[in-house]
Structures are given as C-alpha cells and as structure tokens.
C-alpha cells in the first residue's frame, strides 16, 4: 500500500477528464417506410424498441380531449386475430412489458424483454402497432376505466394544482385541458373516432422506430423491419391527410395561448389540507426554439438542481418546503414554464412572493460568475450521467426525431453550453420569464390562502369539493 | 448475437483496519464512477417517542462537516456535474453520488469528512432548519397525499407497538418536532463509524489505485465502539392478535375511491421463501394477465387497480396486497376476492408457464435496475451489509431461477393465510351527490398507474 498525501482543507484536484461521446447510433428509412434510430449499448441483455408516430393528445379537437390518450391505450386490447389477455399474456410469458400511450407529442408502442426475447416480442409490436381491432366491449372498458381514473384525480392536489395552472395559462388551446380528457369527452368518444384517428395518424411513413440493446443494431432493424411489414399498411382515411412526427410545420396545429395579463391568482379549495401545492407559470416557446439550450441552462440556474437558487431560497434558506423546482416543458408546441413546489400553507404567501422576486432578480441582473461557472460544469459533467440506461438513449434519440434535430445535436448542445455568457442568460431571462404575467394556483385552504395572496391581487376562489364531485355518473 | 458486458458484475473486495468493508466493481463504459456507502442504521435502531430520528439525522449530514459548510457537500458535487443524495429505511442509511469519473477523489473527500468529522458542524440552527424542511416532507408524502396514512397504519397492525418495523421511517410529527442536538451527536458516535459502514465504487477507476486512495480518506478514521444490540423482538415478535379487529383498520380520508391495503409478515430477504415470495407478487399482480389483474381489473371490472410486493427486509419481510375499488362497488367484494386469490395461491403451485414468465420477468427488472451504475453500486453495498457477501448480487439470477412452484403455495399456505393478515380499507370521507358540473380542464399525465408501495426509502 502506498502513503498518498492528502488535504482535508479544500476540494482535491480533479485527476485527467476521461473522454465522453454520446452513444454511436444508426439512422436510416427501412424498407417499410419507417425512418429508425438504432444503437448498441453492450451493458446488460435486454432490447428494447419504440415506434412513435403523428398521434400526440395536441391533435385532439376541441371537445374529444382524450381522442389521442384513449386511442393509444386501446392498441395492445385486440389486434390481429388476438384479444387482450392473448396479447398481454404473450408477452408477459416472455417477462416482457409492451406499452402504448401518447403524449403531447406522439402516440407510441413500446416493448422491453430480455434481449433472447426480442424477436417473439418484435411479433406482438407488430400486430399491436399495425392491426389493432378496437374491440367496442375493450373501448367501452377503458372509457369506464379512464372516467374513474379522472374521478380519482380530482383529490389529488398535485394533478388538480398541474391541471388548474394549465387551465389559467392556456385559455382555449388544446394545451388547456388534460391528454386523458374530460369526463364530458370521454364519455362522449366513440369507437368509430378512435379508428379513424388511428387510420390518419399511425402510418409507418410517418413514424420512427427507436431500437436500443445489447445486440447488433443492423440485426435488430432488419428484424423489427421483417416483423412490421408482416402486416398490410391500415387504409388511408382522409385522402392526403399522413401525419409526419416533427418538422413537418404543416401538420403542427396552431397553439397560440394570449399572454396573460398581470397576475392571475387562484386558490382551488381544500379545506383541512396538511400543506399547500403552489405552481406559477405561464406560456413559453417550443422544444425546437432557437434558445431552448440557453433555457436549459437558465432553468438549471434558477430551479433545474438542488443547489438552484429557488430550492436554495425556499427549502435551504427558509424551510418552507421539501423541495421547489422550476422546468419548461419541450414541447412541438409552446410548452409551460412552471414553478413548482409544496409549501407548508402558512407561508405560501410569503414563498410566492421569494419565487415571484427570483424571477425579477434572474432578469434584472446578470447571473455571478460563480453561478454561472458552476452551473455550465454541472451541465457538463451530468450529461453523461444522464445516458446510461437503454431507456434514456432511447429517449435522447425519439427527441432527435420528433423535433426534427440534427444527428449531431447532442455535440453541438454541449458546445453551445461550454460558450455560453452570463449575457445570454440574462436576456434569455427578459425574453422568456414574465413575473409580471403568469398565473399563480394554490391548492390548500381557502381560508389563510385567499388572505396571504390578496396582496398580489385578485384571487379566485375554486372549491375542491365542487370539484370533486363533478363526475357525472360512471 | 447477445454479449453483455456487465453480466457476471465482477468485483474484489477488502477490509480496512478500522473495519470499513470496501467493494470495487470496474466498468469503464462510461467516464463515471457511482460512490455508495451503506451505514447499518435505519428506523429499526430507533425507540418510541424518537421515531424518525434516523432519517432526520440523514438531512444533518448533508449541513457540513469539520471542512465543509452548510450546503457545500450538493455544491461541491453539482458543480463538477455529479448526482448525489442519501435515503433512509428501516434497516439502513444509505448516501450516495455519481460523479465524472475524475472526481473520484472530491467524492472521497465529502464522504470521508462526514464520517470521520461531522461533529463540529452539528449545530442548532442547521437542526431547526432541517427540521422544519422533514416536516414539510411527511406533509408532503404522507399528509398530503391520498391515502397517505394508510401504509403507516398498515405497519402499525402488523408489528407489536415495540417492534420497530411498527412505527414509519419517516416518524411522528411530535416526535420529529422532539429530536435534541444532544441526541444528534449521540447517534452520530453511535453508528456513524466505518465498523458499521461499507464503501462500494462502480465505474470508470483503477482498482489498485482506487483502493489506495480510499485508504488515504478513510484509513484514519478510527472504529466506533460496539454497538447496541437489537431487542430480541425485532427478528422474533409474537403472532399477529387472533382477534380481526385488531389486525383490522377503517381510514377514512379525501379520496373518490375506497382502497384496500393488506399486509403479511414473511420471511427475511435472503432466505429462499422471500424469493418466493417475490415471484408470487409477479403471479398475482404484475402485468395484465397476472391472477388479480386479469380477474379483478379486466374481467369483473370491480377494482381500478391492483399491485402486489415483498419488502427486502433485513429482520422479517413484508407482503403487500393493495386494491384500489371501482366506484359502486362494495370493498367488502373486493377483499372476498383478494381473499379467493391467496387461498388457490396457497391451495396449488402456479403453472410452469405462468412461475417461468414471472421469474423471466423478475430478470427483466433485476437487469433493467443494474443498468444505473448507482443502483449497481447500492446492491454491492446491501448484498455486503446484510450477508458480507457482494458476490450474492450476481448469484440473484439463478437464486430466482432455483425456486420451484412449490415454494410460492409453501410461502402462501405458511404465511400468507387469513389469521396472518393485517388489513386496511380507506374510503371517502364524505359520500357527495352526483351533480354535472363541468370539470377543471389540464395538464398532462400519463396512463394511470398502479399503487405505489406504501413505504418505499425516504429521501
């Protein structure tokens, strides 16, 4: 054993940076129409493999909120000749797991087994993805399922916090109401929207495959390729109508919220609640905005990590909270800005009014040096920390395709953070924070709440037991 | 076509003299390396009136140490870009971070200045502070959740009111509020010491190298005294009461839909009934086509959801059943039927299918979990904390693969039977009328998901 010298009195010096390149991957059309992604990771035998498409819950039209939700959860419920539980058992006796669901942004069918698995798995994809049947008895199951899944929703306060704010921020956009609909939508949906939805928008042209295992990319492909040209293409609905993920500016429907203005207070009513979930936000800009790397950069800064300046302020500083934290949502769309956090409810006032003064502090002066230095490391170094697993280098990859970034984004993303100034965080702050416009929801006791926030304004009053007991019958 | 690297998880292993176990396991796939430290203290060490006090304790050791100030330990590690954070359980204290793997030394120094110096920066006002933010927390995951009481109230039944798997990690409120500085340093003497500790590293390092620098953070810090031992209760507590409606609780709370919580003692993590026990769970309730699933969710459509666990604990093991019921329907129907399912488990073995699918299924997340160099890390440490044996970690695959159908109806008949059931049914607090009134419109979430365990670590 060698004697090494040691200095408990500050950090010891870094040894030599071991050198960092994100995944190697392959992008190419297969024969099948579907543009793929696909990488080696040689760590642990599992595959996994997503196909994403044009069927996100933004096209949803005005009162059949849920249209994309419901249709995505109905794939794997009867497809080609099988049923439900021929279809869950298949893969579950593989200890597999074949998801599908949507977003925002996309409708998608994913599988993860073993990697041996893959190819029996690959089978089921398919058929889920390209000739689901919408037995009605599964359709009207799941919509009974759904509406007590929103029954339950209304007493939980961080849904009813997220769901009010959204409501305040988005107006009359889609962007407004919930991906899994409302009570009136869903019941209201019928089969025979759910199919067309799925004719218009789950074409292979149109859609991106995402294939990430311990196996050889190539091999991985040509098999999922062999699997999913197994089945006829579903019939086009509407004649011109194929939804391509991404990019295609055509396809992205209009999301215009107005700006708000001033402050818009509400307290939605829960008498007798242990603490209070506080959100603030208003509208942003897309996931493929110009400045999304820099408000990476400034959402880290302000509340991205544990030692940003609002989970330092309210939690370390003032002991209000277990944690606040800050994002903006990528969206193809123009996703929220949102603080978030639950406070003990004497102190929500005083805990809006510490956010509301660190977002006009991040705006009115530049950041310090050290802040800025610190966070640029972190940013850095973390990322990756952040593509370890199969599932996160399929989930930097889907972002690639679905908001049309270029293959070498991910270098050119930890350039941009290595040169950015304190300037550019300074106006990306003026540009895109406005204290001065966005909404406030406290979700808690009317009571000390409506008192603590009519400091700032008018506030709303919603009642939590109204609320809940809007649910129709079920 | 399948080469995966990691799939024998190699590792050496040593001792140092003060007594700190030491695991080094090299992957150089990516430039990172995950530091964990096991401390063998968790709830379980704790007394009636203290509860709490161990998870409490984990907040102070993030407020500084004799070369660190109050918030420099997360600073210090976000500004190189490393991930950190400690958890508490009713068996142990866990403090982890990943860092780039040339930070491997800063990571050494935090962890080794709070083992080895904490002491001075124990102070009052660092006290207050955490205090009022671990309140804030068990508000947040417990008070203010639905059906937030109810793993608690489960845990409460299940164990004697001295056996420590009776009270929550995350402790009463009054006993949070009770905790003294004089008890903080106290503990810390206690169990903080590197005779009770294991130190693991996964990643991107030299392991000759590696070794001699964990020798120079760590070496000189000296053993603690013996510790305290456990009362005979905890591996050994008496029979649940015969009477029902003392294993039996009615919660009512701010919820739509009413819930019902069962839990049963098992056998400890390691021994070959825990495993079964696990792949019951699987059986049961993993998936859509597993027995309680496909029965109560899918066909009768008389529960929303339903999920199915064995808790790895160190002194007994805990089996959990939670059903969430549809509206309309009576709970009373929905236990009869969670009943009907552990009576056949404990009447037949599964089918070869139905175990081979589930244990396929078990691998499934066993390696999806070991894909995180941290998680890689923590099981190094706990497979060493438990049974002084890191090498148990790679040997789970074929542990799961040697539990015969016979083992699942042994663990269901031995315990898993009626008399041997705490239960819990929450429902809604008031019962409103059904008006139409449109409801709040919103932001996202994804399909809905089942229960989550009642008492996952705390952070």
């Known amino acids: ?474 | 076509m399948t080469s995966s690297a990691i799939a024998d998880l190699p590792f050496s292993r040593r001792t140092l003299a003060n007594g700190l176990r030491v695991v080094l396991h090299p992957d150089d796939s990516l430039p990172l390396v995950a530091i964990n430290l096991w401390y063998h203290v968790g709830s379980k060490n704790e007394r009636p009136g203290r509860t709490g006090f161990a998870h409490l304790f984990e907040h102070m050791l993030f407020q500084g140490s004799a070369h660190l100030g109050t918030n420099d330990h997360f600073r210090y590690v976000q500004q190189v870009g490393g991930v950190a954070n400690g958890s508490t359980w009713y068996d142990r204290t866990n403090y982890y971070e990943t860092l780039p793997a040339h930070q491997l030394d800063l990571g050494l120094w935090l962890e080794s200045d709070r083992m080895g110096f904490l002491l001075p920066a124990i102070t009052a006002e660092n006290l207050e502070t955490q205090r009022q933010v671990v309140m804030n927390e068990r508000r947040q995951r417990v008070e203010n959740q639905p059906y937030g009481l109810a793993g608690e109230r489960l845990r409460e039944l299940l164990y004697p009111p001295d056996h420590p798997y009776h009270w929550p990690v995350i402790g009463y409120m009054d006993d949070i509020a009770a905790a003294t500085l004089e008890e903080v340093r106290a503990f810390f003497s206690t169990y903080y010491a590197p005779n009770n500790a294991v130190l693991t590293l996964a990643g991107d390092f030299d392991p000759g190298t590696a070794m001699d620098r964990i020798d120079a953070w760590f070496g000189e810090i000296p053993a603690g005294p013996l510790l305290p031992g456990l009362p005979a209760v905890v591996g050994d507590p008496p029979p649940l009461p015969a009477s029902e409606s003392r294993r039996r609780a009615l919660l009512e709370d701010d919820v739509r839909l009413p819930r019902i919580y069962m839990a049963c003692r098992t056998p400890a993590f390691g021994h070959r009934l825990w495993y079964a026990a696990d792949l019951l769970a699987v059986v049961l309730a993993t998936g859509k086509s597993s027995r309680l699933y496909r029965d109560l969710v899918y066909e009768r459509q008389i529960a929303q959801d339903v999920s199915a666990y064995v808790n790895p604990f160190e002194a007994i093991g805990d089996f959990m059943v939670v059903a969430t019921v549809r509206p309309g329907i009576e709970p009373a129907v929905v236990e009869a039927a969670l009943n009907d399912h552990l009576a056949r488990a404990a009447a037949a073995p599964p089918g070869a299918e139905e175990l081979a699918g589930a244990r396929s299924r078990v691998l499934t997340d066993y390696w999806s979990a070991l894909e995180l160099l941290s998680n890689r890390a923590d099981s190094f440490s706990q497979f060493t904390t438990f049974f002084d044996d890191p090498g148990l970690l790679a040997g789970e695959t074929d542990r799961y693969r040697g539990i015969a159908a016979e083992e699942l109806q042994e663990l269901a008949a031995g315990f898993l039977g009626p008399e041997q059931r705490a239960i819990v049914t929450v429902v809604p607090k008031t019962s409103p009328a059904m008006v139409s009134i449109p409801l709040l419109p919103g932001e996202p979430l994804d399909v809905p998901e089942p229960p989550s365990p009642p008492d996952p670590p705390l952070s």
């Open chain 1, 1 to 474: 054993m060698r004697t090494i010298a040691i200095d408990r009195s500050a950090p010891p010096p870094p040894g030599e940076v071991h050198p960092f390149h994100f995944p190697h991957f392959v992008r190419r059309r297969l024969p099948s129409g579907v543009a793929a992604y696909a990488a080696r990771l040689p760590g642990v035998p599992l595959a996994s493999v997503d196909l994403l498409t044009a069927a996100g819950a933004q096209h949803d039209p005005a009162g059949r909120e849920g249209l994309a939700t419901l249709t995505a959860a109905l794939l794997d419920e009867g497809a080609a000749g099988r049923n439900a539980m021929e279809i869950a058992g298949g893969i579950e006796r593989l200890g597999g797991q074949l998801g599908t669901g949507a977003d925002w942004d996309v409708g998608y069918v994913g599988i993860l087994s073993l990697s041996r698995h893959l190819e029996a798995g690959l089978r089921l994809f398919s058929e889920v993805a390209t000739a689901p049947t919408f037995p009605a008895a599964e359709v009207e199951r799941l919509r009974r399922q759904r509406l007590t899944e929103l029954l339950r929703r209304r007493h939980q306060p961080s849904a009813i916090a997220d769901e009010q704010l959204a409501a305040a921020i988005y107006q009359d956009t889609v962007y407004a109401h919930s991906p899994l609909g409302t009570q009136a939508s869903i019941s209201s949906l019928g089969r025979d929207e759910l199919v067309d939805f799925y004719r218009r928008r789950y074409r292979l042209p149109q859609a991106i495959l995402v294939a990430v295992s311990d196996l050889d990319p190539e091999e991985v492909l040509a098999r999922a390729d062999a699997a999913l040209a197994a089945f006829p293409a579903p019939a086009a609905g509407a004649a011109g109508d194929a939804a391509a993920v991404g990019g295609a500016a055509s396809e992205q429907p209009v999301i215009r919220p107005a700006p708000l203005a001033g402050l818009r207070l509400y307290v939605v009513d829960r008498p007798g609640a242990a603490q209070t979930e506080l959100r603030l936000g208003h509208a942003s800009v897309p996931r493929a905005h110009p400045d999304f790397t820099t408000l990476f950069f400034l959402n880290t800064l302000l509340g991205g990590k544990f030692t940003s300046r609002i989970n330092l302020n309210l939690r370390e500083r003032h002991g209000y909270t277990y944690g606040a934290s800050t994002r903006f949502a990528g969206r193809l769309g123009p996703g929220p800005f949102v603080v978030s956090a639950a406070v003990a409810t004497e102190v929500t006032g005083a805990a809006t009014a510490e956010v509301l003064s660190e977002l006009r502090r991040i705006r009115d002066e530049p950041v310090t040096r050290e802040e800025m230095e610190e966070t640029r490391s972190y940013m850095l170094g973390v990322f990756p920390y952040t593509v370890q697993s199969i599932g996160d280098v399929s989930r930097r990859l889907a972002d690639l395709a679905v908001h049309g970034l270029p293959d070498d984004y991910y270098d050119r993303y930890l350039r941009a953070i290595a040169s950015l100034s304190r300037a550019d965080v300074q106006e990306a702050a003026q540009r895109h924070l406005n204290p001065d416009g966005l909404a406030v929801v406290a979700v808690g006791p009317a009571d000390p709440l409506r008192g603590q926030l009519a400091a700032l304004g008018e506030v709303t009053v919603r009642s939590a037991e109204e609320l809940g007991t809007a649910a129709g019958s079920v």
